[in-house]
């Protein structure tokens, strides 16, 4: 039976003709031929290509150029991309644990960017979140200590409703958090020689060759920017930083000799203890240290695959998502959709000088958050914005009702607090979930405290499956800000630039600023919400020093009406944060 329902508010952004039945046949026709035209222009450039390894960048203070490039991905055509000093990705940093780092991004496309530090716990400010627009032309710098211990980060830009566009235009890198107690580990850590970084993404085109977005038809796999990638390892222990940088893509990684892989680090850092495994699963945002023992193996070649043909229906890379009417069409047309493919040809050669031939069972000796010492909980729900069928597993999702609105907060947290927040997958299809500034350990998936050994240690991104209610705990520990707020959000690319995020903020109750949410109870400033005016319980002096910020730490200047009342009729809608001598407000403006 098809039922049709034509939604007024999607008709803004599908075309209508998307819910016409023949239009949606032809149109598949038309999309499956197009899909064959670019696999058989793909095919004639199938030759191998060595895998680009990233320069590594080391130092306290690094200079970001994100620039405009090209790429010769599709043979005889040339793809525009970005790229940080460089045509495509970006530099991987190496910053050390306790050091004071400086990293200056300069925008030299034209367009506001942004680049946040995935993983990194440093203040909102420095976070490079939607709020730290950096236009064309202009550069902004994130300075903070190295709090993380050793971990595989990443940064990529944060716009909003630009992250998708961006990143899949080139912009993304890896960061290589050490310590000092990684360092005392014998482990692999000689970059490009038996460490790597491993991007892995998938690529979508337009007919003109333009990197594209918002499409199914990601039919171009890479690793490190490198199309059909070939890499030689040593014959001894390589440690592979794998790092699932794609807009929409879940990869589900083994062997092609079935040989199993050992897992020493997750998102935001070494495990405790080493685990053996052979698939590794991997959403978007997320990272996973793998080793690969290739010490017997030399002269051999072996393939890193995606086993896509394993992937559990919901997740994105998986046979089919959805069903009937709210299926996806272009989906099912992308060959890439439950196969198994390569992603990295390895070839083994003789050793290195100093090989690493065996690793220790026991690496971090990192301390969980514990549910027991949680004083608030959160529920963080996901639906889709309404019930038409394409919705359901397309989007957009909203995350407790509402979409993205960077002129509000939606969380305030309070600094040195331990919270459980549940993450509850009201939709169709698997969502991974990012918070910024904490990490966090999961502790129940549907009540059930047992946890699948790849869901354990420091997690910064978790992969929530349909119908699932994911528990963790976190600590938002270090940093309070009442103006920049943090992120959380889905990072499937699309779903977060359709607004499937939310804004926190952390507050210090010991600090005047965190006082300001309690100010604004007892009523010194008031009607709070405010309209035209704002009045004050004190009269201010004439000496006095006022300012007012919003939330994109822009200062608005603020006319005096009298000596209890400020003019706010031309402010936006919004929170602001009112500043009389070294007293911090909150207030709200709303029309
Ligand atoms: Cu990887 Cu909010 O981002
Ligand atoms: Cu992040
Ligand atoms: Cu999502």
Not at 58 to 68: A, E, I, P, T
Not at 181 to 191: C, D, F, G, S, V
Not at 340 to 347: A, F, I, K, Q, R
Not at 457 to 477: C, I, Q, Y
């Amino acid at each position: 039976m098809l039922f049709v329902y034509v939604n007024p508010t999607r008709q803004a952004h599908k075309p209508s003709a998307f819910n016409n039945m023949h239009f949606r046949n032809s149109m598949k026709q038309l999309l499956a031929t197009i899909v064959l035209l670019i696999i058989s222009i793909f095919q004639i450039v199938n030759a191998q290509n060595n895998l680009f390894i990233p320069p590594l960048l080391s130092g306290k203070n690094f200079n970001l150029n994100v620039q405009n490039g090209t790429a010769n991905w599709v043979a005889g055509q040339t793809t525009p991309t970005y790229g940080v000093n460089g045509n495509f990705l970006a530099p991987t940093i190496e910053l050390w644990k306790g050091d004071q780092v400086a990293l200056t991004v300069h925008n030299k496309i034209n367009a506001p960017t942004t680049m946040h530090w995935h993983g990194m716990h440093v203040p909102s400010m420095d976070d490079g979140g939607p709020h730290s627009i950096i236009y064309p032309n202009q550069s902004w710098t994130a300075a903070f200590k190295v709090m993380n211990p050793a971990a595989t980060c990443w940064y990529h830009p944060h716009g909003a409703h630009t992250t998708d566009l961006q990143v899949s235009k080139g912009l993304a890198g890896m960061i290589i958090v050490r310590d000092s107690q990684e360092l005392a580990l014998n482990l692999p850590r000689k970059y490009g020689i038996d460490d790597f970084p491993i991007i892995l993404q998938t690529k979508a085109f337009d007919v003109l060759y333009q990197a594209a977005i918002s499409t199914e038809l990601d039919t171009l796999v890479m690793v490190n920017g490198t199309p059909r990638a070939t890499l030689n390892i040593p014959a001894q222990m390589v440690r592979f930083r794998l790092l699932n940088g794609s807009s929409n893509r879940t990869f589900y990684v083994g062997l092609s000799t079935g040989d199993s892989m050992t897992v020493i680090g997750t998102d935001n850092g070494l495990l405790n203890h080493l685990y053996k495994c052979t698939r590794i699963m991997i959403s978007n945002g997320e990272r996973v240290e793998m080793i690969l023992d290739a010490s017997n193996k030399q002269g051999q070649s072996i393939q890193l695959m995606c086993y896509g043909s394993e992937i559990p229906k919901g997740i994105k890379g998986a046979d089919s998502i959805g069903t009937g009417m709210a299926s996806i069409m272009d989906y099912d047309l992308n060959p890439l959709n439950g196969a198994d493919y390569t992603l990295l040809n390895l070839t083994v050669t003789a050793p290195t000088p100093g090989a690493i031939l065996s690793i220790p069972n026991n690496l971090a000796s990192d301390i969980p958050f514990l549910a027991v010492n949680a004083t608030v909980h959160r529920d963080l729900v996901f639906t889709p914005i309404d019930s038409m069928p394409a919705t359901m597993v397309m989007g957009p999702f909203h995350i407790n009702d509402t979409s993205y609105n960077e002129m509000h907060i939606n969380d305030t947290v309070y600094l040195n607090t331990t919270e459980t927040w549940s993450i509850v997958n009201r939709t169709m299809i698997a969502h991974p979930f990012h918070v910024h500034d904490m990490h966090f350990y999961v502790h129940s998936i549907n009540q059930n405290t047992t946890i699948p050994i790849d869901y354990q240690g420091r997690k910064d991104v978790v992969l929530v499956m349909p119908g699932d209610s994911l528990t963790f705990v976190t600590k938002f520990e270090d940093f309070a800000d009442p103006m920049v707020p943090y992120m959380y959000h889905c990072h499937l690319l699309h779903h977060e630039d359709d607004g499937m995020m939310g804004s926190f903020v952390v507050l210090d109750t010991t600090m005047h600023m965190g006082i300001g949410d309690q100010l604004m109870q007892e009523g010194i400033l008031f009607p709070n919400p405010c309209h035209d005016y704002l009045s004050l319980k004190h009269s201010l002096k004439n000496t006095d020093q006022i300012h007012c910020w919003n939330i994109l730490g822009e200062e608005i200047p603020l006319e005096k009406i009298n000596p209890t009342t400020l003019n706010t009729a031309s402010l936006k809608e919004g929170i602001y944060i009112l500043q009389i001598n070294q007293l911090r407000y909150k207030f709200v403006k709303s029309n």
